[in-house]
């Protein structure tokens, strides 16, 4: 069978990490014959709008004949999830990406190669589609729908992107390639301002209330931030999504704890809760930054459904790629 493969590339991706690896990527593609079709993103979520256009217009083509190939960061991805579950299909386009985003969490959690060559090679080897999980949350205070790849955090996590992302030195600091220091610098002035916050969680016939939330993340693998493993049990095979909770705590217990994530041992701390379900139900009563996959939700009250399901993804895992 033929395949044709439409590129959805995001430039500007990895501060511009992502245009030099579809620079590596092209001539590979034209050397080995594989049609192609490539379009960029032009505008903030322009992803959505491509892949939900192709997904209309090859609705219910043959498995494995048309596949869409995201290359950029977790984020563009997250949008091309989206836009190909906007088209009701009974054989939904399959999914390859290549990663080249700042974080590349979600090619950590689905074993998809960080270099771009290899990622490519997992992508042409592969014979059928790998189905893996994805999360959905419906937040029903904004009346908000979306499918996730990472993770939904609200709290600490979420008010550093946010602080962030509105950071005044945060442009410089991109032009410079030092953008990872807008986020270390608004990690630790965050860290002095987030305050604790109630947090109601749902699980099945069960409901936990904590009165000193300060982190809660439900994550669909195991990693977050770039590769620190907030939820080791986490796996996107498994049809279950992840959660952790962290209370707040004093200063020198939140370095150690963050130490520990580090090396995914901070599960079992007193003050860190964690979940695993098909369903979970969050209810927060007080205004909380959110985020999802790195994007801003704003800041807000919650109450948000999250569940998981499996969509194929395109490429051969790396224990299968030679």
Wanted: hydrophobic share 40%.
């Amino acid at each position: 069978m033929t395949r044709h493969f439409y590129v959805i590339l995001n430039r500007h991706a990895g501060r511009g990490y992502a245009n030099n690896v579809w620079q590596t990527i092209q001539p590979q593609l034209d050397q080995l014959g594989i049609e192609y079709q490539m379009n960029e993103t032009k505008y903030a979520e322009h992803a959505i709008l491509l892949a939900e256009q192709y997904a209309k217009h090859h609705a219910n083509v043959p498995m494995g004949s048309h596949i869409v190939l995201v290359v950029g960061g977790d984020g563009t991805l997250n949008q091309a999830l989206n836009g190909l579950k906007k088209v009701d299909v009974a054989v939904p386009l399959p999914l390859a990406y290549i990663p080249a985003g700042s974080g590349n969490d979600f090619a950590r959690g689905a074993q998809v190669s960080r270099n771009a060559s290899n990622a490519l090679k997992q992508i042409l080897t592969a014979t059928e589609p790998e189905m893996l999980d994805i999360g959905h949350y419906d937040e029903t205070t904004q009346h908000e729908q979306r499918y996730f790849v990472n993770n939904v955090g609200i709290g600490f996590d979420a008010a550093i992107v946010s602080a962030a992302n509105h950071s005044t030195k945060k442009g410089l600091l991109n032009r410079l390639h030092l953008g990872n220091l807008a986020y270390i610098g608004q990690l630790i002035k965050v860290l002095g301002q987030q305050t604790a916050f109630p947090v109601t969680v749902h699980v099945g016939n069960r409901r936990d209330i904590f009165d000193n939330g300060f982190l809660v993340t439900t994550s669909n693998h195991p990693y977050f931030g770039g590769g620190v493993p907030i939820l080791p049990i986490a796996n996107v095979h498994d049809r279950k999504l992840s959660l952790i909770i962290a209370e707040k705590m004093i200063l020198p217990k939140f370095i150690f704890l963050f130490i520990m994530m580090a090396f995914g041992r901070h599960l079992n701390f007193k003050n860190v809760h964690h979940y695993q379900a098909e369903h979970l139900h969050l209810t927060i009563s007080s205004l909380e930054y959110g985020q999802v996959d790195g994007e801003e939700m704003g800041n807000r009250f919650f109450d948000i459904y999250l569940s998981v399901e499996q969509y194929p993804f395109w490429f051969a895992p790396i224990r299968h790629a030679k």
